[in-house]
């Protein structure tokens, strides 16, 4: 049996290519001088045992080997999938500067900014499907560089893996966010061994060009942080004390049960003494509708006559825009399926309390023929919401007549209808009876009972 072991041996082989990511990330670096103007860049997260390979195409000052202490970022394109899209990244120049929020004034205890901090930073955004993240790099100081590329160390990164969560209606939002920071020292200095810094982590919704505070925290600092809005929680902690970094915090956010008026683009942003990161998020709401149909199972009709109008009720979905009814026809005469004969439309949605919407298709089929006896009759619904295929319901279409029910079965329909009739009719009779016995009976009660008082 050689094919087995050749074949998970392919299968490894292909798993350790995909867990590896990509071993170098391109990047445009935008530098705003009077107007936008973007360069080549890279940062080269892997390196084969002869060096990094020669970027002959790259400003040297914009080939970055990433030294990553903290090694969020690494691990975030370890597991970049191989076929996913590849992200886009982008880079300028940084200058470390205090919060602005009152809440997070006690984030900068000192009044000017550290020498720790002197020098060349960059912040580096990258976009994708599968994660958002921010970086702050420190290239090293020019005299020490290499010909061929920059070394730049990693300080903070700010990491989501939901960077477009989409919520089903009325669910709670779970929008995960992480961050690492390895501080940066003085070559000459040693700083002294305190634990994590204090941070603030920040969640806000942009809505229309407007930013709206949802929650503010600064663990373990006094001050006041203004209330959570929407009942909305953050997870806001390091995730240890160690006295030297490298260190990694959670600012994890919960929202519950999510409402359309919730959607738009979040901004996290965790505040170090003058660093910042921050990532966008893009939540979207979405609720897949019920379908049925009526009437239901059957529907009747004679030849030559128009049966009633079909109704497929689409309720309850969210959102109420790219929703698409159509409808089939599944066996009958010809056989085989095909689309409705008839006049079809939409009527007016209807709108409910939760925010979700119904709306309803309808289908006016053309007078039937007997032939058309024993077809099926479906509405196929497409919305965003749903897989591809949509999701149906159907109804038979029944056409009395020769080729429906034959004579016989006409007669012995005729004669149960009559039997059941007369069934009715007998209950019914048994049925006056009993009560007009119960009644008597209750007053021949109370008659015993009146003459037994007036005794
Ligand atoms: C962050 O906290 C949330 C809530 O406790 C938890 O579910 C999540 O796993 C944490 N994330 C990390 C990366 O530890």
């Given amino acids: 049996m050689e094919p087995l072991p050749l074949l998970i041996a392919v299968v490894l082989g292909l798993a350790t290519t995909v867990s590896a990511g990509p071993a170098a990330v391109e990047c445009w670096f935008v530098e705003d001088s009077g107007s936008l103007a973007k360069r080549p860049a890279a940062l080269l997260l892997?390196?084969?045992?002869?060096?990094?390979?020669?970027?002959?195409?790259?400003?040297?000052?914009?080939?970055?080997?990433?030294?990553?202490p903290a090694g969020m970022l690494l691990a975030a394109f370890r597991r970049y999938p191989a076929g996913a899209p590849a992200p886009h990244c982008e880079m300028s120049r940084f200058i470390p500067f205090p919060a602005s929020a009152n809440w997070a004034r006690g984030l900068i205890p000192q009044q000017n900014c550290p020498r720790a901090l002197d020098g060349d930073w960059l912040l580096v955004s990258v976009s994708s499907t599968v994660f958002s993240l921010s970086v702050l790099l420190r290239p090293q100081p020019e005299p020490q560089r290499e010909p061929d590329f920059t070394m730049a160390t990693v300080v903070l990164t700010v990491l989501t893996h939901s960077p477009n969560p989409r919520i089903q209606l009325g669910k709670d939002a779970v929008l995960d966010l992480s961050f690492a920071y390895m501080p940066p020292t003085l070559e000459d200095a040693l700083s002294p061994a305190a634990g994590p810094p204090p941070f603030g982590l920040e969640w806000r919704r942009q809505h229309r060009g407007k930013g709206h505070l949802l929650l503010a925290a600064t663990?373990?600092?006094?001050?006041?942080?203004?209330?959570?809005?929407e009942k909305a929680v953050a997870f806001a902690a390091w995730d240890d004390n160690e006295p030297w970094g490298p260190w990694t915090g959670n600012g994890t956010f919960w929202l519950p049960a999510v409402k359309p008026f919730q959607e738009g683009i979040y901004l996290a942003t965790v505040h170090l003494p003058y660093l910042q990161g921050q990532v966008s998020l893009q939540l979207t709401v979405h609720k897949p509708p019920k379908v049925s149909l009526t009437p239901a199972p059957l529907v009747w009709a004679a030849p030559g006559e128009t049966p009633p109008e079909l109704l497929c009720l689409v309720?309850?979905?969210?959102?109420?825009?790219?929703?698409?009814?159509?409808?089939?026809?599944?066996?009958?005469?010809?056989?085989?399926?095909?689309?409705?004969?008839?006049?079809?439309?939409?009527?007016?949605?209807?709108?409910?309390?939760?925010?979700?919407?119904?709306?309803?298709?309808?289908?006016?089929?053309p007078p039937v023929t007997a032939k058309q006896h024993g077809a099926r009759y479906a509405c196929r619904v497409h919305h965003p919401s749903l897989p591809a295929s949509g999701r149906s319901a159907e109804v038979t279409l029944e056409v009395a007549g020769l080729?429906?029910?034959?004579?016989?079965?006409?007669?012995?329909?005729?004669?149960s209808a009559f039997?059941?009739?007369?069934?009715?009719?007998?209950?019914?009779?048994?049925?006056?009876?009993?009560?007009?016995?119960?009644?008597?009976?209750?007053?021949?009660?109370?008659?015993?009972?009146?003459?037994?008082?007036?005794?």
Wanted: proline share 9%.
């Fill in 419 to 455: 039997l059941l009739l007369g069934l009715i009719k007998a209950l019914g009779w048994m049925a006056a009876y009993l009560t007009i016995h119960k009644d008597s009976k209750a007053k021949v009660t109370a008659a015993s009972l009146d003459s037994k008082k007036s005794q």
């Fill in 315 to 365: 309720s309850h979905f969210y959102p109420a825009a790219g929703l698409r009814v159509e409808w089939e026809r599944r066996g009958g005469p010809e056989g085989g399926s095909g689309k409705a004969e008839g006049e079809t439309w939409l009527s007016t949605v209807r709108h409910h309390s939760d925010g979700s919407v119904s709306q309803a298709g309808h289908l006016r089929l």
């Fill in 46 to 68: 892997r390196q084969g045992p002869r060096g990094p390979p020669p970027r002959p195409d790259l400003d040297p000052k914009l080939y970055f080997k990433v030294d990553d």
């Fill in 403 to 415: 080729s429906g029910p034959s004579i016989e079965d006409s007669i012995g329909l005729f004669l």
């Fill in 219 to 229: 663990p373990g600092l006094a001050g006041e942080t203004p209330p959570a809005q």
